[in-house]
Protein backbone atom coordinates (compact mmCIF):
# COMPACT_ATOMS: atom_id res chain seq x y z
CA UNK A 1 0.00 0.00 0.00
CA UNK A 2 2.74 2.91 0.54
CA UNK A 3 5.08 1.83 -2.17
CA UNK A 4 2.10 0.85 -4.71
CA UNK A 5 -1.08 2.23 -5.42
CA UNK A 6 -1.88 3.22 -1.50
CA UNK A 7 -5.04 2.69 -0.86
CA UNK A 8 -7.35 3.53 -3.76
CA UNK A 9 -10.62 5.39 -2.44
CA UNK A 10 -13.77 5.18 -4.73
CA UNK A 11 -15.58 8.19 -5.42
CA UNK A 12 -17.99 7.46 -2.62
CA UNK A 13 -14.91 8.65 -0.20
CA UNK A 14 -12.85 10.91 -2.76
CA UNK A 15 -15.74 12.76 -4.23
CA UNK A 16 -15.86 13.07 -7.78
CA UNK A 17 -17.85 12.88 -11.25
CA UNK A 18 -19.17 10.06 -12.55
CA UNK A 19 -20.81 9.91 -16.46
CA UNK A 20 -22.14 6.56 -17.49
CA UNK A 21 -21.42 5.65 -21.35
CA UNK A 22 -23.26 3.39 -23.62
CA UNK A 23 -21.69 2.50 -27.12
CA UNK A 24 -23.10 0.98 -30.09
CA UNK A 25 -20.31 -1.44 -30.82
CA UNK A 26 -17.15 -2.45 -28.15
CA UNK A 27 -15.56 0.58 -26.76
CA UNK A 28 -11.76 0.94 -26.78
CA UNK A 29 -10.58 1.74 -23.82
CA UNK A 30 -7.24 3.39 -25.11
CA UNK A 31 -9.24 5.54 -28.02
CA UNK A 32 -11.22 6.86 -25.08
CA UNK A 33 -8.40 7.75 -22.95
CA UNK A 34 -6.51 9.39 -25.51
CA UNK A 35 -9.72 11.14 -26.43
CA UNK A 36 -10.12 12.51 -22.83
CA UNK A 37 -6.28 13.93 -23.00
CA UNK A 38 -6.90 15.81 -26.24
CA UNK A 39 -9.47 18.01 -23.79
CA UNK A 40 -7.59 18.25 -21.06
CA UNK A 41 -9.18 15.41 -18.80
CA UNK A 42 -5.55 13.46 -18.27
CA UNK A 43 -7.00 11.92 -14.82
CA UNK A 44 -9.88 10.76 -15.99
CA UNK A 45 -10.30 6.58 -14.89
CA UNK A 46 -12.43 4.31 -17.39
CA UNK A 47 -13.91 1.56 -15.98
CA UNK A 48 -16.52 -1.46 -17.84
CA UNK A 49 -19.78 -2.22 -16.40
CA UNK A 50 -21.54 -5.00 -16.40
CA UNK A 51 -20.96 -7.89 -19.08
CA UNK A 52 -19.11 -7.35 -22.34
CA UNK A 53 -22.10 -7.35 -24.43
CA UNK A 54 -23.85 -4.21 -23.06
CA UNK A 55 -20.57 -2.05 -24.35
CA UNK A 56 -21.17 0.36 -21.47
CA UNK A 57 -18.60 2.44 -19.99
CA UNK A 58 -18.17 4.71 -16.61
CA UNK A 59 -16.01 7.50 -16.28
CA UNK A 60 -14.84 8.90 -13.24
CA UNK A 61 -13.65 12.52 -13.89
CA UNK A 62 -12.20 14.48 -10.90
CA UNK A 63 -14.53 17.28 -10.75
CA UNK A 64 -15.85 17.91 -7.15
CA UNK A 65 -18.55 20.38 -7.96
CA UNK A 66 -21.98 19.68 -6.77
CA UNK A 67 -24.28 22.21 -8.48
CA UNK A 68 -26.32 21.72 -11.55
CA UNK A 69 -23.74 23.47 -13.39
CA UNK A 70 -21.35 21.14 -12.66
CA UNK A 71 -23.45 18.20 -13.65
CA UNK A 72 -24.07 19.62 -17.07
CA UNK A 73 -19.97 20.56 -17.29
CA UNK A 74 -19.25 16.54 -16.71
CA UNK A 75 -21.76 16.01 -19.79
CA UNK A 76 -20.29 18.14 -21.67
CA UNK A 77 -17.06 17.27 -20.92
CA UNK A 78 -17.29 13.90 -22.37
CA UNK A 79 -19.64 14.53 -25.26
CA UNK A 80 -17.14 17.07 -26.72
CA UNK A 81 -14.34 14.51 -26.07
CA UNK A 82 -15.84 11.52 -27.78
CA UNK A 83 -17.23 13.39 -30.68
CA UNK A 84 -14.46 13.30 -33.55
CA UNK A 85 -16.26 13.18 -36.37
CA UNK A 86 -19.62 15.43 -35.65
CA UNK A 87 -20.72 17.48 -38.51
CA UNK A 88 -20.14 21.26 -38.31
CA UNK A 89 -23.59 22.92 -37.38
CA UNK A 90 -25.32 19.68 -36.61
CA UNK A 91 -26.53 18.32 -32.83
CA UNK A 92 -26.28 14.75 -31.49
CA UNK A 93 -29.57 13.34 -31.80
CA UNK A 94 -28.28 10.63 -28.89
CA UNK A 95 -27.18 12.97 -26.55
CA UNK A 96 -29.78 15.67 -26.76
CA UNK A 97 -32.69 16.14 -24.40
CA UNK A 98 -36.41 15.87 -25.00
CA UNK A 99 -36.28 19.68 -24.58
CA UNK A 100 -33.98 20.48 -27.13
CA UNK A 101 -35.71 18.22 -29.73
CA UNK A 102 -39.16 19.94 -28.87
CA UNK A 103 -37.69 23.45 -28.90
CA UNK A 104 -36.42 22.38 -32.94
CA UNK A 105 -39.61 20.66 -33.96
CA UNK A 106 -41.57 23.69 -32.38
CA UNK A 107 -39.17 26.04 -34.41
CA UNK A 108 -39.35 23.97 -37.67
CA UNK A 109 -43.55 23.06 -37.37
CA UNK A 110 -43.23 19.90 -39.78
CA UNK A 111 -46.77 19.14 -38.75
CA UNK A 112 -48.68 22.45 -39.02
CA UNK A 113 -49.50 21.72 -35.38
CA UNK A 114 -51.30 25.31 -34.89
CA UNK A 115 -52.39 25.97 -31.39
CA UNK A 116 -51.74 22.91 -29.79
CA UNK A 117 -48.30 22.84 -31.31
CA UNK A 118 -46.13 23.23 -28.18
CA UNK A 119 -48.05 20.43 -26.70
CA UNK A 120 -48.09 18.02 -29.44
CA UNK A 121 -44.05 18.41 -30.28
CA UNK A 122 -43.30 17.82 -26.42
CA UNK A 123 -45.26 14.64 -26.58
CA UNK A 124 -43.50 13.53 -30.27
CA UNK A 125 -40.05 14.57 -28.13
CA UNK A 126 -40.62 12.64 -25.14
CA UNK A 127 -41.57 9.25 -27.55
CA UNK A 128 -38.71 9.69 -29.26
CA UNK A 129 -36.18 9.94 -26.30
CA UNK A 130 -37.99 7.19 -24.49
CA UNK A 131 -37.60 5.33 -27.42
CA UNK A 132 -33.89 5.92 -27.33
CA UNK A 133 -33.44 5.07 -23.98
CA UNK A 134 -35.63 2.69 -22.55
CA UNK A 135 -36.22 0.17 -25.72
CA UNK A 136 -32.78 0.70 -27.37
CA UNK A 137 -30.70 1.69 -24.37
CA UNK A 138 -29.71 4.87 -25.25
CA UNK A 139 -27.80 4.80 -28.30
CA UNK A 140 -30.01 4.38 -31.35
CA UNK A 141 -28.19 3.80 -35.27
CA UNK A 142 -30.56 5.02 -37.32
CA UNK A 143 -32.98 8.00 -37.44
CA UNK A 144 -35.82 5.27 -39.34
CA UNK A 145 -36.14 3.02 -36.06
CA UNK A 146 -38.24 6.99 -34.70
CA UNK A 147 -40.50 6.41 -37.46
CA UNK A 148 -42.71 3.75 -35.25
CA UNK A 149 -43.06 6.32 -32.55
CA UNK A 150 -43.17 9.26 -33.91
CA UNK A 151 -44.69 11.26 -36.82
CA UNK A 152 -42.67 10.62 -39.65
CA UNK A 153 -42.96 14.21 -40.66
CA UNK A 154 -41.38 15.03 -37.33
CA UNK A 155 -38.58 12.20 -37.80
CA UNK A 156 -37.58 13.82 -41.18
CA UNK A 157 -37.09 17.44 -40.58
CA UNK A 158 -34.82 15.74 -37.73
CA UNK A 159 -32.50 15.07 -40.37
CA UNK A 160 -31.25 18.63 -41.03
CA UNK A 161 -30.33 19.87 -37.80
CA UNK A 162 -29.47 16.44 -36.23
CA UNK A 163 -26.96 13.46 -36.84
CA UNK A 164 -26.30 10.02 -34.52
CA UNK A 165 -23.05 9.85 -32.64
CA UNK A 166 -21.73 5.85 -31.97
CA UNK A 167 -22.72 6.41 -28.09
CA UNK A 168 -24.93 8.29 -25.58
CA UNK A 169 -24.43 9.70 -21.96
CA UNK A 170 -27.15 8.43 -19.73
CA UNK A 171 -26.15 9.58 -16.22
CA UNK A 172 -24.02 11.43 -14.28
CA UNK A 173 -23.86 11.63 -10.53
CA UNK A 174 -21.78 14.23 -8.14
CA UNK A 175 -20.64 13.45 -5.18
CA UNK A 176 -19.43 16.43 -3.46
CA UNK A 177 -15.84 16.33 -1.31
CA UNK A 178 -17.67 17.48 1.96
CA UNK A 179 -19.70 13.72 2.20
CA UNK A 180 -16.50 12.15 0.81
CA UNK A 181 -14.87 13.12 3.80
CA UNK A 182 -17.73 12.48 5.97
CA UNK A 183 -18.61 9.36 4.52
CA UNK A 184 -14.57 8.41 5.37
CA UNK A 185 -14.45 9.44 8.64
CA UNK A 186 -17.79 7.25 9.46
CA UNK A 187 -16.34 4.31 7.52
CA UNK A 188 -13.08 4.65 9.84
CA UNK A 189 -15.05 4.60 13.27
CA UNK A 190 -17.78 1.81 11.96
CA UNK A 191 -14.22 -0.44 12.06
CA UNK A 192 -13.20 1.07 15.21
CA UNK A 193 -16.30 0.62 16.84
CA UNK A 194 -16.34 -3.14 16.17
CA UNK A 195 -13.09 -3.75 17.03
CA UNK A 196 -13.66 -1.93 20.47
CA UNK A 197 -16.77 -3.64 20.78
CA UNK A 198 -15.30 -7.26 19.89
CA UNK A 199 -12.38 -6.57 22.69
CA UNK A 200 -14.86 -5.52 25.33
CA UNK A 201 -16.96 -8.82 24.67
CA UNK A 202 -14.26 -10.76 24.55
CA UNK A 203 -12.33 -9.60 27.71
CA UNK A 204 -15.87 -9.97 29.52
CA UNK A 205 -16.68 -13.70 28.08
CA UNK A 206 -12.99 -14.94 28.40
CA UNK A 207 -10.36 -12.44 29.62
CA UNK A 208 -8.59 -9.85 28.24
CA UNK A 209 -5.68 -11.26 26.23
CA UNK A 210 -8.44 -13.36 24.52
CA UNK A 211 -9.87 -10.11 23.47
CA UNK A 212 -6.32 -8.42 22.17
CA UNK A 213 -5.71 -11.75 20.25
CA UNK A 214 -8.95 -11.70 18.42
CA UNK A 215 -8.68 -8.10 17.30
CA UNK A 216 -4.79 -7.80 16.46
CA UNK A 217 -5.99 -11.10 14.37
CA UNK A 218 -9.07 -9.14 12.57
CA UNK A 219 -7.06 -5.86 12.05
CA UNK A 220 -4.55 -8.24 10.52
CA UNK A 221 -7.43 -9.85 8.41
CA UNK A 222 -9.09 -5.83 7.27
CA UNK A 223 -5.15 -4.77 6.57
CA UNK A 224 -4.47 -7.66 4.21
CA UNK A 225 -7.38 -7.25 2.53
CA UNK A 226 -7.28 -3.84 1.85
CA UNK A 227 -3.49 -4.70 0.70
CA UNK A 228 -5.18 -6.52 -1.92
CA UNK A 229 -7.12 -4.00 -3.30
CA UNK A 230 -4.11 -1.87 -3.41
CA UNK A 231 -2.26 -4.36 -5.67
CA UNK A 232 -4.98 -4.93 -7.87
CA UNK A 233 -5.76 -1.03 -7.71
CA UNK A 234 -9.67 -1.59 -7.23
CA UNK A 235 -11.31 1.45 -5.61
CA UNK A 236 -12.94 0.76 -2.12
CA UNK A 237 -16.59 1.70 -1.77
CA UNK A 238 -18.98 1.45 0.49
CA UNK A 239 -19.77 -2.19 -0.36
CA UNK A 240 -16.48 -2.56 0.20
CA UNK A 241 -16.72 -1.58 3.44
CA UNK A 242 -19.80 -3.23 4.32
CA UNK A 243 -17.89 -6.74 2.92
CA UNK A 244 -15.02 -5.30 5.69
CA UNK A 245 -17.37 -5.29 8.52
CA UNK A 246 -18.92 -8.75 7.30
CA UNK A 247 -15.08 -10.28 7.55
CA UNK A 248 -14.56 -8.52 11.03
CA UNK A 249 -17.53 -10.48 12.13
CA UNK A 250 -16.62 -13.85 10.37
CA UNK A 251 -13.66 -13.93 11.32
CA UNK A 252 -13.69 -13.66 14.58
CA UNK A 253 -17.04 -15.99 14.68
CA UNK A 254 -14.43 -18.93 14.01
CA UNK A 255 -11.57 -17.39 16.62
CA UNK A 256 -14.26 -17.76 19.14
CA UNK A 257 -14.90 -21.34 18.36
CA UNK A 258 -11.23 -22.45 18.77
CA UNK A 259 -11.23 -19.97 21.75
CA UNK A 260 -13.73 -21.89 23.24
CA UNK A 261 -12.25 -25.45 22.64
CA UNK A 262 -9.01 -24.01 24.33
CA UNK A 263 -11.33 -22.69 27.31
CA UNK A 264 -12.95 -26.24 27.34
CA UNK A 265 -9.68 -28.12 27.03
CA UNK A 266 -8.27 -26.14 29.68
CA UNK A 267 -10.64 -27.69 32.40
CA UNK A 268 -9.91 -31.16 30.75
CA UNK A 269 -5.88 -30.77 30.52
CA UNK A 270 -4.75 -29.23 33.31
CA UNK A 271 -1.41 -30.51 33.66
CA UNK A 272 -0.84 -29.86 29.78
CA UNK A 273 1.38 -27.07 28.56
CA UNK A 274 -0.82 -24.63 26.95
CA UNK A 275 0.84 -25.31 23.62
CA UNK A 276 -0.18 -28.61 23.54
CA UNK A 277 -3.64 -27.46 24.67
CA UNK A 278 -4.15 -25.11 21.52
CA UNK A 279 -2.59 -27.49 19.30
CA UNK A 280 -4.80 -29.93 20.45
CA UNK A 281 -8.10 -27.58 20.43
CA UNK A 282 -7.22 -26.71 16.90
CA UNK A 283 -6.93 -30.30 15.50
CA UNK A 284 -10.22 -30.58 17.28
CA UNK A 285 -11.80 -27.70 15.33
CA UNK A 286 -9.90 -27.70 11.89
CA UNK A 287 -12.36 -29.90 10.15
CA UNK A 288 -15.19 -27.92 10.63
CA UNK A 289 -13.24 -24.30 10.19
CA UNK A 290 -12.39 -26.46 6.91
CA UNK A 291 -15.74 -27.25 5.67
CA UNK A 292 -17.31 -24.12 7.02
CA UNK A 293 -14.79 -21.80 5.30
CA UNK A 294 -14.56 -23.55 1.89
CA UNK A 295 -18.61 -23.47 1.81
CA UNK A 296 -18.58 -20.29 2.14
CA UNK A 297 -15.71 -19.55 0.05
CA UNK A 298 -17.05 -20.97 -2.82
CA UNK A 299 -20.08 -19.20 -2.83
CA UNK A 300 -18.76 -15.82 -2.70
CA UNK A 301 -16.22 -17.50 -5.38
CA UNK A 302 -19.07 -17.62 -7.27
CA UNK A 303 -20.92 -13.78 -6.61
CA UNK A 304 -16.89 -12.92 -7.72
CA UNK A 305 -17.59 -14.44 -10.95
CA UNK A 306 -20.82 -14.35 -11.63
CA UNK A 307 -22.24 -11.38 -9.76
CA UNK A 308 -21.35 -8.40 -11.94
CA UNK A 309 -19.51 -5.66 -12.08
CA UNK A 310 -21.88 -3.84 -9.34
CA UNK A 311 -21.11 -6.37 -6.25
CA UNK A 312 -17.30 -7.37 -7.80
CA UNK A 313 -15.90 -5.19 -5.23
CA UNK A 314 -17.93 -6.57 -2.39
CA UNK A 315 -17.60 -10.08 -3.31
CA UNK A 316 -13.52 -9.64 -4.22
CA UNK A 317 -13.22 -8.47 -0.57
CA UNK A 318 -15.06 -11.32 0.92
CA UNK A 319 -13.13 -13.81 -0.87
CA UNK A 320 -9.65 -12.57 0.06
CA UNK A 321 -10.73 -12.13 3.58
CA UNK A 322 -11.96 -15.37 4.00
CA UNK A 323 -8.75 -17.21 2.96
CA UNK A 324 -6.83 -14.66 5.24
CA UNK A 325 -9.47 -15.04 8.29
CA UNK A 326 -9.63 -18.64 8.34
CA UNK A 327 -5.52 -18.68 8.04
CA UNK A 328 -5.35 -15.85 11.17
CA UNK A 329 -8.12 -17.65 13.39
CA UNK A 330 -5.46 -20.55 13.05
CA UNK A 331 -2.03 -19.39 13.02
CA UNK A 332 -2.28 -15.49 14.48
CA UNK A 333 -5.22 -15.49 17.21
CA UNK A 334 -4.20 -19.11 19.22
CA UNK A 335 -0.45 -18.85 19.39
CA UNK A 336 -0.74 -15.18 20.63
CA UNK A 337 -1.94 -16.78 23.92
CA UNK A 338 1.13 -19.02 23.77
CA UNK A 339 3.41 -16.15 23.38
CA UNK A 340 1.91 -14.63 26.22
CA UNK A 341 1.78 -16.98 28.41
CA UNK A 342 5.41 -17.96 27.58
CA UNK A 343 6.03 -13.79 27.87
CA UNK A 344 4.60 -14.08 32.05
CA UNK A 345 6.71 -17.09 32.67
CA UNK A 346 9.89 -15.29 30.90
CA UNK A 347 9.29 -12.71 33.37
CA UNK A 348 8.22 -14.77 36.62
CA UNK A 349 4.58 -14.16 36.71
CA UNK A 350 1.93 -16.97 36.72
CA UNK A 351 0.06 -16.87 33.65
CA UNK A 352 -3.65 -17.10 33.93
CA UNK A 353 -5.63 -19.77 33.66
CA UNK A 354 -8.93 -19.97 31.98
CA UNK A 355 -11.62 -22.06 33.83
CA UNK A 356 -15.04 -21.65 32.75
CA UNK A 357 -17.13 -18.41 34.21
CA UNK A 358 -18.91 -19.14 37.56
CA UNK A 359 -17.25 -22.05 38.35
CA UNK A 360 -14.77 -21.58 39.82
CA UNK A 361 -15.11 -20.15 43.03
CA UNK A 362 -18.15 -22.38 44.13
CA UNK A 363 -15.15 -25.29 44.05
CA UNK A 364 -12.84 -23.71 45.83
CA UNK A 365 -15.81 -22.78 48.92
CA UNK A 366 -16.91 -25.99 49.16
CA UNK A 367 -13.26 -27.74 49.60
CA UNK A 368 -12.90 -25.18 52.33
CA UNK A 369 -16.23 -25.98 54.12
CA UNK A 370 -14.25 -29.83 53.63
CA UNK A 371 -11.17 -28.74 54.99
CA UNK A 372 -13.15 -26.79 58.12
CA UNK A 373 -15.23 -30.51 58.60
CA UNK A 374 -12.49 -32.29 59.34
Known amino acids: MLFWHGIPLGVDFRGGT ?46 RETSEKALDQGKVQIINALETNAPAGKQDLNNASSLTIANYLLERDPLHAGTDASQRYAAQARAMVDYRDKTKGGVLSSLD ?36 KQLQSQA ?62 YSNNDTIVIFDRIRENLKLMRREKLSEVVNRSINQTLSRTILTAGLTFLTVLALYVF ?37 RSGRGKRPPVMVAAGKSKPAMSKERGLASGR
Not at 18 to 36: E, G, M, Q, W
Open 145 to 180: ELKNVADPAAVAALRDQFFLSDFGVYQVEIVGPQVG
Open 18 to 63: LVYVKFSHTPDDNAIRAALERVGLPRARIQRLGVPANNEVLIDLDV
Open 307 to 343: GGEVLHGFSFALVIGILIGTYSSIAIAAPILVAYQDW
Open 188 to 249: KWAVVYSLAGMLVYLGFRFEWIYGVAAVVTVFHDTLITVGAFSLANKEISLTVIAAILTLIG
